[in-house]
């Protein structure tokens, strides 16, 4: 399975995007997917993930309340909604998928990964 990121743009704060992960194969939706997000001379950094079924899904504490994640498995996609952007959300936005795996914060259990797509927030 290969991954393609999307939907990444200029936007101003306090406005929305959405994020779509989609997975080249059916077997997508076996997958679990996280979103991560790199800032500019930081670290990889959690943002979200949802385990195969969409049923049990995670956040980190700078983005809950604000993003959703979700699935919609019969067109091999995950999303990630994003509300009321701050500045700080300006990142380069990652995908990863784990193979029959549960929601999970850490990027060492995905073995997937896909290219980028860039969030600027402007204040």
């Known amino acids: 399975v290969q991954l393609q990121a999307s939907g990444g743009g200029l936007v101003q704060a306090g406005g929305s995007l959405t994020l779509s992960c989609a997975g080249s194969e059916r077997t997508f939706r076996n997958y679990a997917v996280g979103w991560f997000r790199q800032a500019s001379g930081n670290d990889l950094e959690f943002v979200a993930s949802t385990n195969y079924s969409g049923s049990t899904r995670i956040y980190s504490p700078s983005v809950k309340g604000r993003f959703t994640i979700s699935r919609n498995n019969a067109e091999n996609t995950v999303y990630l909604r994003m509300n009321s952007l701050k500045p700080d959300d300006t990142a380069v936005y990652f995908c990863?998928?784990?193979?029959?795996?549960?929601?999970?914060?850490?990027?060492?259990?995905?073995?997937?990964w896909g290219q980028g797509t860039q969030v600027t927030v402007s204040s």
């Open positions: 990863a998928a784990d193979w029959g795996g549960e929601a999970q914060s850490a990027a060492s259990a995905y073995k997937l």
